[in-house]
């Protein structure tokens, strides 16, 4: 593991090297935010770990939630206690480890007419939210009568609201919490590698597993993996793996699909985070987030394609009545549309359910050939899954290997350094870098929330490395410098990796990915040695990308 000025650097080459060099305790299957935990979790206590992603880090459900921590009022309604209770601590250990990934928001439910919760129950329950959520100080629940909640959202139907509630709850960006989540098991040791697909199981004469046959899909190199434990956090593909195994039985996973659509700040300027109605009985939230405003989530069955997810136009027109209905003076259309954004939930099955009444619980599949798949759960309890992966784990080790190793440190090791300790201190650095940014000739203070809540302390690199390139347009140095060093650092291998998941801007700043391709286009040209053929290969991904960011379709991808 490569270190620099105590930032964690992940090098795909050096990576590459130690994966068939070692006999891990652990292999890990899947690159989405479960498996970063357990491989941090797993590499913390000692445990010599790899892990394994077919496609980028964070490219299948952990980059397409509401990214939220949030401790789950809906599942209150539900009478999932225990599922409030793990939320509502996590949520507060998460943002202790990276306060300016996860941020505290005060989130507006406004009570409404014939709306799912009534001005008593919401009482009742946000002071029960609060108490299963340990919730404390100026976090705590906030009942406001008609006017005050008016005053907090002056947009909401005047005729239809009674009164709200405010209550606290932790905004994210999924993908980047994945990839420093992996960055930081990589500083433990943690072997860890994207674009290597594991192909198949290879057994033992019992019929356990002894290694896994992985395709590195840069070189076309085919790996051998050996470990002693092996676990497949697959997500929605993890029915796939169990599949391969021979080891499927009556347990499988539900696929929903959620929907979210981006509009851009003007379109719709809602002064903070809601949780609101919508006419079926559902809720949704509206979240501003920096330039814009993203609103969601559907929440239907799914039996389409895994690998490619996308929006319909029955999926846009539901999101935009439901806004539509609760803000009804901005008369949205699907043209006020900037991006959208599909993805699936790995649940499991329930019979006789609907889509949102399934628990978002997760389960362990251990099969005879000792393969254990993990399935369900959250972006919030990705601490808890992997606490209870190794727990698992452990159950296969001797006794002797066992008292070798730490107990979970998890919840107290910040995930980026150098860190930043609080709230408080988030604020003043982002103060710290606007001011940097003026002498470099950058007014808009957007740019500064954007490094800041994005990188952290990080952004000290992308600054200094951004005065190396000879641009007059310093916006375009600042983005050459964050490709350098998600390149350098975060083992970025392709311009979606950076356009989608390290930065977000396919999402939340879609113009500009038009704007810079060009330029990033040239840099991966000369980082990579990229021929024609990648370049143009590139170039039909990332406009495939931008088409299904900016359109509907009438049907799913089969």
């Known amino acids: 593991?490569?270190?620099?000025?105590?930032?964690?650097?992940?090098?795909?080459?050096?990576?590459?090297?130690?994966?068939?060099?070692?006999?891990?305790?652990?292999?890990?299957?899947?690159?989405?935010?479960?498996?970063?935990?357990?491989?941090?979790?797993?590499?913390?206590?000692?445990?010599?770990?790899?892990?394994?992603?077919?496609n980028d880090f964070a490219s299948g459900t952990s980059n397409k939630s509401t990214k939220l921590i949030h401790g789950g009022l809906r599942y209150l309604k539900?009478?999932?206690?225990?599922?409030?209770?793990?939320?509502?601590?996590?949520?507060?250990?998460?943002?202790?480890?990276?306060?300016?990934?996860?941020?505290?928001?005060?989130?507006?439910?406004?009570?409404?007419?014939?709306?799912?919760?009534?001005?008593?129950?919401?009482?009742?329950?946000?002071?029960?939210?609060?108490?299963?959520?340990?919730?404390?100080?100026?976090?705590?629940?906030k009942m406001l009568d008609k006017k005050e909640t008016l005053s907090?959202?002056?947009?909401?139907?005047?005729?239809?609201?009674?009164?709200?509630?405010?209550?606290?709850?932790?905004?994210t960006d999924d993908a980047r919490l994945t990839i420093e989540i992996l960055k930081k098991a990589a500083s433990y040791g943690a072997t860890i590698v994207n674009y290597c697909e594991m192909e198949s199981f290879n057994y033992d004469d019992n019929h356990k597993v002894k290694s896994l046959n992985c395709k590195d899909d840069n070189t076309g190199n085919t790996l051998k993996i050996k470990a002693r434990n092996y676990v497949s956090a697959a997500g929605p593909w993890v029915d796939t793996l169990r599949a391969k195994d021979q080891s499927m039985n009556k347990k499988h996973l539900h696929l929903t699909k959620g929907v979210h659509i981006v509009f851009p700040y003007e379109k719709l300027p809602v002064k903070q985070p809601l949780y609101f109605d919508v006419p079926d009985g559902r809720m949704i939230f509206a979240i501003p987030r920096?330039?814009?405003?993203?609103?969601?989530?559907?929440?239907?069955?799914?039996?389409?394609?895994?690998?490619?997810?996308v929006a319909t136009i029955d999926d846009a027109n539901y999101i935009i009545a439901a806004v539509n209905n609760t803000f009804p003076e901005l008369n949205l259309t699907v043209d006020d549309i900037e991006s959208n954004w599909a993805g699936l939930r790995?649940?499991?099955?329930?019979?006789?359910?609907?889509?949102?009444?399934?628990?978002?619980?997760?389960?362990?599949?251990i099969s005879d050939s000792g393969l254990i798949s993990i399935a369900g759960g959250k972006l919030t309890g990705y601490r808890k899954m992997a606490d209870r992966v190794i727990e698992a784990v452990l159950k296969t080790m001797k006794k002797k290997h066992i008292s070798e190793l730490k107990k979970s440190e998890t919840a107290e090791i910040p995930l980026v350094s150098p860190s930043l300790e609080n709230s408080k201190n988030v604020k003043k650095?982002?103060?710290?870098?606007?001011?940097?940014?003026?002498?470099?000739?950058?007014?808009?203070?957007?740019?500064?929330?954007?490094?800041?809540?994005?990188?952290?302390?990080?952004?000290?690199?992308?600054?200094e490395k951004s005065k190396t390139f000879e641009n007059n347009d310093v916006l375009e140095r600042l983005i050459r410098a964050e490709l350098w060093f998600s390149i350098h650092y975060e083992m970025t291998n392709s311009l979606s990796d950076f356009f989608v998941r390290r930065t977000g801007r396919l999402y939340f700043n879609i113009a500009s990915v038009?704007?810079?391709?060009?330029?990033?286009?040239?840099?991966?040209?000369?980082y990579f040695n990229w021929g024609e053929n990648r370049i143009s290969d590139e170039v039909k991904i990332i406009n495939s990308l931008v088409q299904d960011a900016t359109v509907f379709y009438n049907e799913e991808f089969k």
């Not at 790995?346 to 599949?365: G, N, T």
């Open 429 to 463: 650095y982002q103060k710290e870098l606007e001011a940097k940014l003026y002498e470099m000739g950058i007014t808009n203070t957007y740019h500064a929330w954007y490094l800041c809540t994005t990188y952290g302390k990080q952004s000290e690199i992308i600054l």
């Open 514 to 526: 038009s704007k810079y391709i060009k330029i990033t286009l040239n840099d991966f040209v000369t």
């Open 1 to 54: 593991m490569d270190k620099m000025m105590g930032f964690s650097i992940l090098n795909r080459t050096a990576q590459i090297a130690k994966l068939q060099k070692i006999k891990f305790d652990l292999a890990i299957i899947g690159g989405g935010v479960t498996g970063a935990g357990i491989a941090l979790d797993a590499a913390s206590r000692g445990l010599k770990v790899c892990l394994v992603e077919k």
């Open 152 to 171: 907090k959202e002056p947009l909401l139907n005047k005729d239809e609201v009674l009164g709200g509630g405010l209550y606290a709850e932790y905004r």
């Open 346 to 365: 790995p649940l499991i099955h329930e019979e006789d359910k609907d889509p949102s009444e399934l628990s978002r619980k997760d389960e362990l599949f």
């Open 78 to 141: 539900q009478f999932e206690i225990g599922l409030v209770r793990e939320s509502g601590s996590e949520r507060a250990i998460v943002h202790k480890l990276a306060p300016h990934l996860v941020i505290p928001e005060k989130m507006l439910l406004p009570l409404v007419k014939g709306g799912t919760y009534g001005k008593m129950m919401t009482a009742i329950g946000l002071q029960v939210y609060d108490f299963l959520a340990d919730v404390k100080g100026d976090d705590r629940r």
């Open 290 to 309: 920096g330039r814009a405003t993203y609103v969601g989530t559907t929440d239907t069955n799914y039996s389409g394609s895994l690998n490619r997810v």
